[in-house]
Nanobody
């Protein structure tokens, strides 16, 4: 059964760090990524990672966020550093059967989300 379960969200001060995790219930996706939705805003693709190790990021998080995967455990991570209040959002893990970009990952299957709050 395809199921994506996120964890690791929380409340941190600006400048702090968090690592989000996503379990895929053993299912392997061609591309995986992270999507976020800030209060009152549309969903935004944050980062994607292909099975070949290719990754890409939204301009807003480049240099601060890093996407990675433990293939043995089928867990996807998002390491977030130097967090800003504008990073406050619900973060969703996404899995795609197609080659995804940070824009097209919005069409992928996603989990229930984990909430991140960055306070100043």
């Amino acid at each position: 059964q395809q199921q994506l379960v996120e964890s690791g969200g929380g409340s941190v001060p600006a400048g702090g760090s968090l690592t989000l995790s996503c379990s895929t219930n053993g299912y392997t996706y061609w591309y995986m990524g992270w999507i976020r939705q800030a209060p009152g805003k549309e969903h935004e693709g944050v980062a994607v990672l292909g099975t070949d190790g290719t990754s890409s990021y939204a301009d807003s998080v480049k240099g601060r966020f890093a996407i990675s995967k433990d293939s043995g455990k089928n867990i996807l991570y998002l390491r977030m550093e130097n967090l800003k209040p504008e990073d406050t959002a619900m973060y969703y893990c996404a899995g795609a059967s197609f080659t995804a970009t940070v824009k097209s990952i919005l069409r992928a299957r996603r989990g229930q989300g984990t909430e991140v709050t960055v306070f100043s």
